[in-house]
């Protein structure tokens, strides 16, 4: 389980059906489902009934501190409300042209990488939507020094996170070690940084990132956000804002890379809606095909792989009773997989997503953004940042798999290619032609 959880629950999966039960590190019983009718029972009708699980609310909740990701109850829907402003249509086309000399910048850097030879591609997407997205909430001032310093402190606290959930036995070891220490000095420097950012634009113009909608956000009382929770929002925002996209398109890039036929439509699709024309968030219904393999590729390839919570009180789905204080976890990896949802499901399939066949799929069977009132606040957001950093990429690149590797996922917080995904790259001579 603490090498490889996907794999040993989908297992458990084919051998003891939809919904079971297990101990989760040997210690914490908890419920395992991909039925959609629990899921959906769980994320929306009976919502109110289920918090995030102390894996959020207190190991996340430590090291970011107390936002959306870590808190529940009255206090979320509060703060929900107030962010929610910095993701509608208004300041998403407000952001395209930070996140566009964004990425002009980073391809820059990625463009001399790729010239040396074979790149592993995850850690480049990494540093890509990383950089977007912090430049989203920060503006252009952020130094690539802060940024590097802050992504790192996540991806490491992210991994040390990761161990204390799966094997809990070992937390008073992480505290006497001296491992624990560690890594809450890690948080502690990173804070200092972003504080002072946000403390400096209190005597500054305002501007039009993230940050602006966060320090202008007003409760009842006419009340602002104080600069300790306007951190912790936003390294939450850092958190959970960059890493679906890096690794969807690390995925993508991977199952492009061997189905020519697809590249083929997705550049001409780019071509056709764009031409040399940038690309902004008024654009993003007109690519119909790019969204469905983008879709398909979140679903072979989940980013969070599985969801949990913790029921409040005693509930009941269908025969299914789930007792007060249980543990219901929510495995989205494999209710993206299960083939009684989804035919042929390890196969990359972009049809499954054409507008037809999404009429008839079963819901909350596909989960890449979570499911009902905690749904992931940034998925518009998420969805833009892809097609921004695809439709560069095509136009520039054309891409082939180095040979001689094992490629596999490693379920983290994140589902990330566990010995990453060197590609090559060289300069496209000419636009692909259509590919029917």
Not at 3 to 14: D, I, K
Not at 94 to 107: E, G, K, N
Request: charged share 20%.
């Amino acid at each position: 389980m603490a090498r490889n959880p996907v794999q040993v629950l989908s297992r458990y999966t084919e051998t003891f059906g939809d919904t079971f039960r297990l101990y989760l590190g040997g210690l914490k019983e908890a419920i395992v489902t991909i039925d959609p009718a629990v899921i959906q029972h769980v994320l929306k009708n009976n919502s109110e009934n289920y918090q995030k699980s102390e894996i959020q609310v207190k190991r996340m909740g430590h090291f970011l501190g107390k936002g959306l990701l870590t808190t529940h109850g009255e206090p979320w829907r509060t703060q929900r409300r107030l962010i929610q402003t910095g993701f509608d249509r208004k300041q998403l086309d407000a952001l395209c042209s930070i996140m566009q000399d964004s990425l002009a910048d980073s391809l820059r850097d990625f463009d001399r990488q790729v010239r040396e030879g074979p790149v592993d591609i995850y850690p480049h997407m990494m540093k890509i939507t990383f950089t977007m997205v912090a430049r989203s909430l920060f503006g252009a001032r952020l130094e690539d020094e802060d940024i590097d310093l802050v992504s790192q402190t996540i991806c490491t606290v992210q991994e040390f996170i990761v161990r204390q959930t799966l094997q809990p036995y070992l937390n008073p070891w992480f505290a006497v070690s001296g491992q624990l220490r560690k890594h809450e000095d890690m948080r502690t420097r990173a804070d200092a940084v972003l504080l002072e950012y946000i403390t400096r634009r209190r005597h500054e113009p305002p501007g039009h990132d993230l940050l602006q909608t966060l320090m202008d956000a007003r409760y009842s009382d006419g009340h602002g956000m104080p600069d300790e929770l306007i951190l912790s929002e936003s390294m939450q925002l850092l958190v959970a804002g960059h890493e679906t996209s890096s690794n969807a398109l690390s995925w993508l890039l991977y199952l492009l890379s061997s189905r020519p036929d697809c590249l083929g439509r997705v550049r001409q699709e780019f071509d056709t809606v764009l031409g040399e024309a940038p690309l902004n968030h008024s654009d993003v219904p007109k690519f119909e095909y790019a969204t469905q393999v983008i879709q398909e590729a979140l679903r072979l390839y989940p980013p969070f792989w599985m969801v949990d919570r913790m029921a409040v009180a005693d509930d009941r789905v269908g025969d299914l009773a789930i007792p007060s204080g249980s543990m219901v976890i929510v495995y989205v990896y494999g209710a993206h997989h299960a083939p009684r949802y989804w035919g042929n499901p390890e196969n990359f399939n972009t049809e499954r997503f054409t507008r037809a066949n999404e009429k008839l799929r079963t819901p909350f069977t596909f989960l890449p953004f979570g499911g009902g009132p905690r749904g992931c606040i940034g998925g518009n957001y998420a969805m833009l940042q892809m097609l921004m950093i695809l439709r560069d990429l095509l136009k520039t690149y054309d891409f082939q798999l180095a040979p001689g590797q094992m490629i596999e996922a490693r379920p983290m917080v994140i589902l990330r290619p566990k010995h990453g995904i060197r590609m090559m790259f060289t300069h496209a001579i000419a636009p692909a032609s259509c590919i029917a």
